[in-house]
């Protein structure tokens, strides 16, 4: 059997992906670290996009659990992580985001469109509620359904709907309900009301829900409480709401700028309702959440760990100082696995992912490769300096180019004479000063690139899972653009070949792709036209002095470093710089400073996966640049005023790299 296609072709699986699908592609990796969301208790899910939130989201669904029992594979969660029915709403296919299409003056003063979309809300989760327990009934198996105890049959239902319908909650607009099917067809069509006046179907909001409008979360409550309490469920089952892509809400204020922060501040007053009955999942990315909203028609704010428990899975992710402790290899490797078992690839008992990337060309490799065709382009002689000293360099680049631009850096960053006058033997003290030396590489192959005309090469396992920054839908990215790269290659894969093996060649083209993508990607989100100018302002500077540096003194200076105090007072640069972090365009660290004045510092680099566009190294080493406030809001204004430099360093003696290639020189 011959497999052409690409097993990574569809990235975004989360928000598509069949239930069927989901069983075979969710990677259970994560779930060590975020038992808090399958236990009572408010949970905010954050992260950029891309860091797995509706995933994690997706195994809460009924359907979810369905499909493991009907492909007879175990639920990943056991014991009392699995003891709860979830409901819950999608805010994009649900079309809540519609309220975006209603004018506001409409309203007249009093401008109550949030309430009505608080309304909508109620209204669609507990329909999902009924939604969620008829599926489980019909769609479990009998034993299953005894495990959770759940009782359905037409006695209690109606039970239930009638003390639900009778509920002060919904000001008596269920009047008259006596029957389980009548409430629920009169709760969809309380939906469909409100779907039909957001599409301009109807002029006006039907009378009946005018004046029968419910307070957010107090119908929900209210569904799950009476779950226990008429014996649907028992006391030890917890109901779990799901409320998916709330950052949609961010866009609906930046739409209806009247309404400020209001519509996110109706959900967070069902977070602050604290109700025993329920606990509330909220997925969201990071520039959507906040704890300073208020509650919608109050002055409290959401607070963490009062109201709702944080799980942020960009930190979670994040690679930290100790890699032992990073948790995003396992997860990535597991995601690589099932991709490639879904797309009928033999699999081993070994590392996949490591196995098909290989760990990439060696530093002193890449270097061989950059300068392959002029080695006497890698270092740049002083005339001053003596000719046997130069003649040395000249045939050490012939031999082992990065030893001979570390050589040259040793002797600018020495000045010492004996230095250029002896000519030193192996091991040369360059390489056998092993943390000197691994603080330059990156910054060394880079130049070489340059000065030889070359892109660099970043290839192998290490480079992927770095580029990726701990997002698996970069990681899934590039994989997705080093599978095609490869297709284009060699366009038959045979299903009985031994696991993948992937040309570094190959790999290299297939992340320059996604890196100018990702890159391209960035002007998408709201100010992403600003975000972008800004990276490319800073980075082109970075470039500038990164190149310019001959003596490697500074080989850290790919990110950039701030004054906590002067930070702190800056509200503008702040604020920008808050949420290029929040839209996953920065990374920020605290930064143990060097200085004498031991103030406290800051320091923000770029996302990985950025690095090939720019052709910065994306490991960080040594210290970044230290750089004022002022400094920074330059950058920024002359972001917003649309003032960007040329995006590649070119110094006197480089051409462009689009020269480079027309002429056929780049691998």
Known sequence: MEIDFNPFNELYVGETVSSPDFVDLFSPALLPTTGALFLPGNVVLKGVQG????????????????????KAKPFPLRGRYARF?????????????AFGQRSVDEWGEEKILPIYFGDFLNCWVVFDILQSIESLRDGLSKASVRSIELRTDREILNTYAQRLARSECWFGYFEGIGTYRDFRRHLESRINAYLSFLNFNVGSIAEGIKKTKTLIGEPVARAAELLKTTGIIPESVHVLVRIDQ?????????????????YRSVVNKALGLRSPHVSYRIGTRGYSWTDIIEFYGTSAVVERDRN????????MLRRKENPKTWIFPAFAEDVFKRRL????????????????????????????????NAPVRVVKLETMWPKPWNSFLESLARENPLSARLGEAWARQKRKTNIVNEIPSKPYPWDEHKYWRKER????????????????????TDDVLQLSGGNILIFVSLC?????????????????????IVPYQIQAVGIQETSTLWFEKVSEEPGGNTRQRFITRVATLMQRNMHEDLPLSYPGHNGFSLNIEEYDNASDVRSFLQEAVAYGVLLDFPHTTKSRDRKPRRKWYFNPIFSPHFRLPHIHTKEPIYVTVGEVRKWIRDAQEGLIATTAFVDEEMKSVSEVAAQGDLF
């Not at 709403?89 to 649900?94: A, F, G, K, R």
């Not at 739409?255 to 400020?260: A, I, M, N, R, S």
């Not at 196995?355 to 530093?363: E, N, R």
């Not at 997705?480 to 993948?500: C, F, G, V, Y």
Request: hydrophobic share 40%.
């Open 51 to 70: 860091s797995g939130k509706s995933m994690l989201l997706n195994l809460l669904k009924p359907e979810v659990r369905i499909a493991y029992e009907q």
């Open 85 to 97: 029915i979830s409901a819950g709403i999608n805010l994009t296919t649900s079309n809540a985001i």
């Open 246 to 262: 709330h950052e949609e809400l961010f866009r609906l204020e930046a739409k209806q700028k009247e309404y400020g922060l209001a």
């Open 308 to 315: 709702y428990k944080l799980i942020d899975l960009d930190e």
């Open 341 to 372: 078992r879904v797309a009928s690839y033999q699999l081993s008992k070994e590392k996949e992912l490591l196995k098909a990337f290989g760990k990439g060309p060696s530093p002193d490799e890449r270097a061989q490769t950059y300068c392959r």
């Open 441 to 460: 590489v990156e910054a060394a192959l880079m130049q070489i690139a340059g000065r030889c005309f070359q892109r660099m090469i970043w290839a192998g």
């Open 480 to 500: 997705q653009h080093i599978w095609t790269a490869w297709l284009r290659t060699e366009p038959k894969l045979m299903n009985d070949a031994p696991s993948p």
